[in-house]
């Protein structure tokens, strides 16, 4: 994927998925590449019309949570890119919890009952569904990994001011409570999920992207029951059988290790996965789009004019 040359462009930003073009110093142009990443590393082949299911997943809960909290998108010009307003970010994500699974539930194995500050009940096992959903924030890390950290350590390290914590708080609940009853629509439970807020002048802000199989994990809705009360494992639909993939072939990211080949075949597998989730996840039927760099460049440049740049 090619690096565009945009008017009047003052940051540009490589991250692991993610291209950021910053305008004007007031807009951005998020391209959602078909990089993918898993364990902090970015494999080696990109995954055909990931960027393009990411991208129009996010903008489709952003216009549905926008009665909710004011968000930082403006237009999605293309099918993986969106653009929108620069904001201030807080350097915490929001990781909210309905269930206890993944990281919360490998703490809750280990005897903790304890995760950032927040008490876990007793008695519980695997994907077991809390009374009220938890939440669980992270540092944001530019290099590394996010860190868990408490409520109280956010607020009393300044990285939060108390007032606009807590109501990051309630955005949260609020954004996830809706997400669930949107899943829930498609058959699906969403398990959990994570937000990014900033500020556009002095307003709270939802940023980056929101219910997407990247940020999120989903429970097929059917049969939740029946497999809890039996043990069994529930049936996902995130990207965590990309991580079991290169589990089963021997890789982690650690030191020394080898990513497995990924044949044709892997890489035609993976993208089918993605466009499946894309399909039970909006409740729409999948149409791909091949986009030339010319045109998506034209086709920004006409956004962006629109905004007066």
């Known amino acids: 994927m090619s690096t565009f040359n945009l008017p009047k462009q003052t940051n ?29 590393v970015v494999l080696p082949r990109p995954i055909p019309y990931k960027g393009q299911v990411l ?54 194995k280990s005897g903790k009952r304890e995760l950032c500050g927040v ?8 994907n077991d569904r809390f009374p009220t959903p938890i939440i669980t924030p992270t540092t944001k890390a530019h290099e590394g990994h996010d860190e868990d950290i408490s409520r109280e350590e956010i607020i009393s390290r300044g990285l939060v001011p108390k007032e606009e ?20 629509e498609r058959g699906l439970i969403l398990v959990d999920t994570k937000y990014e807020f900033g500020k556009k002048d002095g307003v709270i802000t939802l940023i980056d992207e ?18 809890q009360a039996k043990g069994e494992a529930q049936k996902q639909l995130s990207k965590e059988f990309v991580r079991e993939w290169l589990m089963a072939n ?38 791909k789009e091949d986009v030339s760099e010319a045109d998506a460049v034209k086709r920004i440049e006409e956004e962006l004019a629109k905004l007066g740049v």
Request: with cysteine; aromatic share 14%; hydrophobic share 35%.
């Open 55 to 108: 991208n129009q997943i996010a903008a489709q809960f952003l216009n549905a949570t926008k009665d909710i909290v004011p968000n930082w998108m403006i237009s999605s010009p293309l099918p993986n890119i969106t653009i929108g307003h620069k904001c201030e970010t807080y350097p915490v994500e929001m990781v909210v919890r309905g269930f206890l699974t993944g990281h919360a539930w490998r703490t809750y």
């Open 12 to 40: 540009f930003y490589k991250g692991k998925v993610r291209d950021v073009y910053t305008i004007a110093d007031k807009y951005m142009v998020m391209q959602v590449s078909d990089r993918i990443s898993a364990f902090d």
């Open 210 to 227: 929101i219910h997407t199989p990247d940020s999120s994990r989903y429970f097929y809705l059917e049969g939740y029951e029946e497999r």
């Open 250 to 287: 021997g890789f982690q990211g650690k030191d020394g290790q080898q990513v497995p080949e990924m044949t044709d075949e892997v890489i035609k597998g993976i993208s089918e996965r993605y466009i499946e989730l894309y399909e039970n996840v909006t409740g729409k039927p999948f149409v």
């Open 119 to 126: 008490t876990l009940p007793e008695g519980l096992k695997e």
């Open 165 to 184: 914590y807590e109501q990051l708080e309630k955005y949260t609940l609020a954004i996830y409570q809706r997400g669930q009853e949107i899943a829930k």
